[in-house]
């Protein structure tokens, strides 16, 4: 198999969840352009993808990730205009789910840059501790400890009724 054809398996195999992970990030009406920069950037890199290093899925969302940051005052505008949603929370259905995502907004823009990063790559990328260490070149003890105060931060929004007592 030629470099061409391994590269052609490993978008096809990756393209889908890099996207939906960059989606999440900043919206569907950029996520196509970066996800599709983010394969660019990897293939003008490739000769640089060491495999005992770590995982081709991880350097992937690590490109992703570090594209993401280009776009982060488009992206902390996003979670401005969703924390702007001000709609009463009814008991179900599509406009308790309009709400939330204000709310989640809101506390979304609260993260540092680097808990939101973890956060978004264990919830939207569904990377596992190690993954996420490899993609943004930290250690797993501080993977661990971001996404704790990311979920500490999020959870008034998460469980309301919980901290309404």
Same mark, same amino acid.
């Given at each position: 198999?030629?470099?061409?054809?391994?590269?052609?398996?490993?978008?096809?195999?990756?393209?889908? @969840?890099?996207?939906?992970? %960059?989606? +999440?990030? !900043? #919206?569907?009406?950029?996520?196509?352009?970066? /996800?599709? &920069?983010?394969?660019?950037?990897?293939?003008?890199?490739?000769?640089?993808?060491?495999?005992?290093?770590?995982?081709?899925?991880?350097?992937?969302?690590?490109?992703?990730?570090?594209?993401?940051?280009?776009?982060?005052?488009?992206?902390?505008?996003?979670?401005?205009?969703?924390?702007?949603?001000?709609?009463?929370?009814?008991?179900?259905?599509? @406009?308790?789910?309009?709400? %939330?995502? +204000?709310? !989640? #907004?809101?506390?979304?823009?609260?993260?540092? /840059?680097? &808990?939101?990063?973890?956060?978004?790559?264990?919830?939207?990328?569904?990377?596992?501790?190690?993954?996420?260490?490899?993609?943004?070149?930290?250690?797993?003890?501080?993977?661990?400890?971001?996404?704790?105060?990311?979920?500490?931060?999020?959870?008034?929004?998460?469980?309301?009724?919980?901290?309404?007592?």
């Amino acid at each position: 198999m030629t470099g061409a054809d391994q590269f052609t398996e490993a978008h096809d195999r990756h393209f889908a @969840e890099v996207y939906r992970y %960059i989606a +999440g990030r !900043l #919206g569907t009406q950029v996520a196509e352009d970066v /996800a599709a &920069e983010t394969f660019l950037v990897a293939f003008d890199r490739r000769k640089t993808f060491d495999p005992a290093r770590g995982d081709l899925r991880a350097w992937l969302f690590g490109i992703a990730t570090n594209l993401v940051s280009r776009h982060r005052r488009k992206e902390a505008r996003h979670y401005r205009a969703l924390a702007r949603i001000e709609v009463p929370r009814p008991a179900e259905g599509h @406009e308790n789910s309009v709400a %939330i995502r +204000g709310q !989640l #907004g809101k506390a979304l823009s609260r993260l540092t /840059a680097g &808990e939101r990063d973890v956060l978004l790559l264990v919830a939207l990328a569904d990377l596992g501790y190690a993954e996420v260490a490899e993609a943004l070149g930290i250690s797993p003890g501080t993977v661990g400890s971001r996404l704790t105060r990311a979920r500490k931060k999020l959870a008034p929004v998460l469980a309301p009724e919980a901290t309404d007592e």
